[in-house]
């Protein structure tokens, strides 16, 4: 598992997340684990590395 720093779209608090290298293109809904409030990630890994990373807020 990798882990990863970034700022929540909504909150703007810096969160972390374990992200599955062993899945090459990955795009789920994951909620913020300060505001609780959705996140739309899109990540994408490159021989176990991470090349590509985005984290956008869903309106509600």
Excluded: K, T, W
Excluded at 40 to 51: A, I, K, R, T, Y
């Amino acid at each position: 598992m990798h882990e990863h720093y970034f700022q929540c779209p909504h909150c703007f608090q810096e969160i972390s997340m374990l992200l599955d290298p062993s899945v090459s293109r990955q795009e789920y809904i994951e909620d913020c684990e300060v505001c609780c409030n959705p996140i739309e990630l899109q990540v994408e890994f490159e021989e176990g590395e991470l090349v590509y990373f985005e984290a956008n807020s869903i309106e509600q």
